[in-house]
């Protein structure tokens, strides 16, 4: 039972261009959504997250925007850099039913280039 | 340190034997969490401690696994008689009490032969 999906295991963009990245949840008691980044041989890295209440959060080059009636979450790095170059990781927490642990999707590998 | 510290970063070892991985959570983080990463997966929970406690085991694959904490801090995940399928990159997260947001370490990557 895969709660958290991310149905694209790569893309490739330009550097510049506007990276989006997607994903979709089926746990209507998820409260929480965070995004992570991972390069390899590392553990993964915080990006930004988004609560429940809120539809849309941004930090410099990152937004992420929720759309709860869809269940359905993206990422958008703009401009892209090939630093950004690395596996990024959707992941939800329901606090209220399973304290905070994190579900996570299985990454979309992000290349960019140059 | 300033980060989440995971020892040994790699291990290899024989099915059959016992290893013990350790994770060292930044100072002042009293909750502490075990996940693995296995080939082409995505990240897996395991376990989940509040101080020393752990009110959240139900990620634990089977009973050849446990994990303790002492002093609030230090974390051990024991596997007991590995099998190759415990072959896998083991994560350990920290976090402030009841925080959302969690921190990871660089990982553990196991091998079992």
């Known amino acids: 039972d895969q709660q958290v999906k991310q149905n694209s295991p790569s893309l490739s963009v330009q550097e510049g261009r506007i990276s989006i990245l997607n994903c979709d949840y089926t746990?209507?008691?998820?409260?929480?959504f965070l995004w992570y980044k991972k390069y390899p041989a590392e553990g993964p890295t915080f990006l930004i997250s988004?609560?429940?209440?809120?539809d849309k959060n941004e930090d410099g080059r990152f937004t992420v925007f929720l759309n709860k009636s869809a269940k359905h979450l993206s990422l958008h790095i703009v401009p892209s850099q090939p630093g950004d170059s690395a596996v990024y990781f959707c992941?939800?927490?329901?606090?209220?039913?399973?304290?905070?642990?994190?579900?996570f999707g299985e990454g979309t590998q992000l290349t960019v280039n140059p | 340190g300033a980060g989440v510290s995971q020892s040994p970063s790699n291990k290899v070892t024989e099915k059959g034997k016992d290893v013990e991985l350790r994770c060292d959570p930044i100072?002042?983080?009293?909750?502490l969490y075990w996940y693995r990463q296995s080939l082409g997966q995505g990240l897996e929970f395991l376990i989940y401690?509040?101080?020393?406690?752990?009110?959240?085991k139900s990620g634990l694959p089977s009973d050849r696994f446990s994990a303790e904490r002492t002093g609030g801090s230090v974390s051990t995940l024991t596997i007991q008689r590995t099998q190759q399928e415990d072959s896998a990159v083991y994560l350990c997260?920290?976090?402030?009490?009841?925080?959302?947001?969690?921190?990871f370490g660089p990982g553990t990557r196991l091998l079992v032969l």
């Open positions: 100072s002042g983080h009293t909750a």
């Open positions: 997260a920290s976090s402030y009490p009841w925080a959302e947001t969690q921190y």
């Open positions: 746990n209507s008691m998820f409260d929480y």
């Open positions: 988004i609560s429940s209440i809120k």
């Open positions: 401690f509040q101080g020393n406690s752990a009110p959240d």
């Open positions: 992941a939800a927490s329901a606090v209220v039913t399973s304290g905070s642990r994190l579900t």
